[in-house]
């Protein structure tokens, strides 16, 4: 599976949005852009997908670039339970039912 | 939406003995299973696939013989930790997918304490 680059850690202030970007510059054409978060000492949960245009859900944003090779995930106002790790990953949709690879993610803290 | 739930949540042992973990989808089936560790500070690091009906696929690097897999039902994967070593103790995750979505469910997580 192509590989993604996130920032280790960002910061943000309740209510305020954030963007959390993500950088997959060598997405292949049937990759979707998963964004998974784990809040501590819990199991990963879903947070939101998409292929090449914007997605909305109940939980956030998914912005992606035109080319593909970069994504971003808006949380448009964060809260205290918004403080977890999120996690940018690509899966082929040619292999919905395979596993996923975890990269490193990028740790939000949530600040009051 | 779809709930996989883990047993125990937590589990203290000695070491050398050995530790069951059972994952179970609650309201939909899964041929395939996915068994994944995490130790402190760090990602969700794939340890094996489990398989309905025929034996569990393991990553390399990590011994079949030690951490056993069994996919009894459609429902059902175990996780035993045999012959228990401190250097296990760790946070062991599953997920299963019911087939019909790209949403990836998992697990609460094991948290599991060799002594």
């Known amino acids: 599976d192509a590989k993604t680059t996130q920032p280790n850690s960002m910061e943000s202030n309740e209510e305020e949005p954030v963007h959390l970007p993500c950088n997959h510059s060598t997405i292949s054409g049937t990759d979707y852009i998963h964004w998974y978060r784990q809040l501590p000492s819990q199991g990963p949960e879903y947070v939101i997908h998409g292929l090449t245009s914007n997605v909305n859900n109940r939980m956030a944003s998914l912005a992606i670039a035109e080319d593909r090779k970069s994504s971003t995930l808006i949380l448009h106002r964060a809260t205290l339970r918004d403080a977890a790790v999120y996690y940018c990953?690509?899966?082929?949709?040619?292999?919905?039912?395979?596993?996923?690879?975890f990269g490193g993610g990028t740790r939000l803290m949530v600040k009051p | 939406g779809a709930v996989v739930s883990q047993h125990p949540s937590r589990v203290i042992c000695k070491s050398g003995t050995s530790v069951k973990i059972e994952c179970r989808s609650l309201?939909?089936?899964?041929?395939?299973m996915f068994w994944y560790r995490q130790f402190p500070k760090q990602s969700l690091m794939l340890m094996a696939t489990?398989?309905?009906?025929?034996?569990?696929?393991?990553e390399q690097g990590v011994e079949k013989d030690k951490f056993l897999i069994n996919h009894a039902s459609l429902t059902l994967s175990t996780l035993t930790v045999t012959s228990a070593h401190p250097e296990d103790s760790s946070f062991y995750i599953c997920?299963?997918?019911?087939?019909?979505?790209?949403?990836?469910?998992f697990g609460p997580g094991t948290r599991l304490t060799v002594t």
């Open positions: 990953i690509l899966r082929d949709v040619q292999n919905a039912g395979n596993m996923l690879t």
């Open positions: 489990s398989n309905e009906g025929s034996k569990a696929t393991y």
């Open positions: 309201d939909f089936q899964a041929t395939t």
């Open positions: 997920s299963a997918n019911p087939g019909e979505t790209y949403e990836e469910y």
